[in-house]
């Protein structure tokens, strides 16, 4: 047996601290970075099924967001549920240091939910994926293209928008984790795709990295359905929806007969004390719109297939990945507020530790 000295460690963690009252904004302050807690880094005696992780990445995701509101408690039922005092949870990339588990054996990398924390003691284990990792593949990938945010791409536009060669795409938050593989899926698709976003730097991205035909930044925009109409003059197949709000409006009488429309995320609309009204919706009857929300928890059966499409495309080189990468556990809070000021360029990952 070791000396405790040894085996038990500082522990630092991102501890979710104060609700957010009616819709407000998030603040980086309704989380605290603490050093309080430790951790021993071995295995209770006795007891099967467990893992001790080391944590290395970790994902941002806009949903986190609903999971501090006040308003939303009690209103989910699964284990992303934050609890005050406890460390915010959300998607990871973490190293098994020791296993109980027999699915999970020491240096097995992961993904899945985790803590905001160094190092977590897991029981539930039921969602968490194994990385079969190569290192051709960046393991922060596992946070985005390769994690819940690609997967949230691929069902999104294959399956929700049913895209066709030639079709005219649009997509919003279009430089964004999810945005920029949609535009280059409808591209691989032989689709012509146009991307909103909202700087000029983002905008150059997605033309000159991304391959996107047109892109435009919004800010600069002051009527947004006649932007469309410049861009789409015969009208849009299909809109990737990430953000609602004055975008959707835009779009709605821009679409074609019979266009698509994947309800993926309305983030212009979390920060705001009142939801704004769609003024356009008459347009889902003339034009015989299907608009379909879809949420990827339904989807990780398709991972599989999804895995065996992207890796290939990644390695070959056809699909590029952009992240926005922040050092730090104690750096986790801002950066997670940011999405929403879209201060994140690309897929935004926090990492704890590279190893
Ligand atoms: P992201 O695009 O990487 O980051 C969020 C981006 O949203 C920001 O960079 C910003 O980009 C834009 N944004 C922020 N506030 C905005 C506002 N007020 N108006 C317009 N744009 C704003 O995030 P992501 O992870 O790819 O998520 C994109 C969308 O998908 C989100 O709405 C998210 O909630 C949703 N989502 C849905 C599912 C699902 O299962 N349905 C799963 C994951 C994510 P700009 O600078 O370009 O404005």
Known sequence: ??????????????????????????????MAVTCDATIRLELPNNEDGLILT????????????????????????????????????????????????????????????????????????????????????????????????????????????????????????????????????AKLHGCYVVGSAGSDEKVDLLMNKFGFDEAFNY?????????????????????????GGKMLDGVLPNMRLHGRIAACGMISQSNLDKPEGINNLVFLIYKRIRMEGFQVSDYFHSYPKFTEMILPLIKEGKITYVED??????????????????????KQVVVISHE
């Open 54 to 185: 080391k944590n290395l990445y970790l994902s941002c995701d806009p949903y986190m967001k609903n999971r501090m509101l006040e308003s939303m408690q009690g209103k989910f039922n699964d284990s992303f549920q934050f609890a005050l005092g406890s460390p915010v949870r959300g998607f990871g990339v973490a190293k098994v240091l020791d296993s109980s588990h027999s699915k999970f054996t020491k240096g097995d990398l992961i993904w899945g939910p985790i803590n905001w924390e160094e190092y977590s003691l897991i029981k539930d284990t039921q969602a968490l994926i194994k990385i079969h990792y190569t290192d051709d593949v960046p393991l922060s990938y596992y946070t985005g293209i390769l994690g819940m945010t690609g997967l949230t791409a691929y069902v999104g536009f294959y399956d929700i928008c049913s895209p066709k060669k030639g079709d005219t795409v649009f997509v919003s938050a279009a430089s964004g984790a999810i945005g920029q593989l949609v535009g280059q899926f």
């Open 1 to 30: 047996m070791e000396d405790d000295a040894e085996v038990v460690v500082q522990n630092k963690q991102v501890i979710f601290k104060d609700y957010i009252i009616n819709n407000g904004s998030l603040k980086a302050s309704n």
């Open 325 to 346: 990468i922040v050092e730090g556990l104690e750096n986790a809070p801002s950066a997670l507020v940011g999405l929403f000021t879209g201060n994140n360029i690309g």
């Open 219 to 243: 800010n600069k925009e002051e009527d947004l359905s006649a932007t469309l109409k410049r861009y789409f003059p015969n009208g849009i197949d299909i809109y990737f929806e990430n953000v």
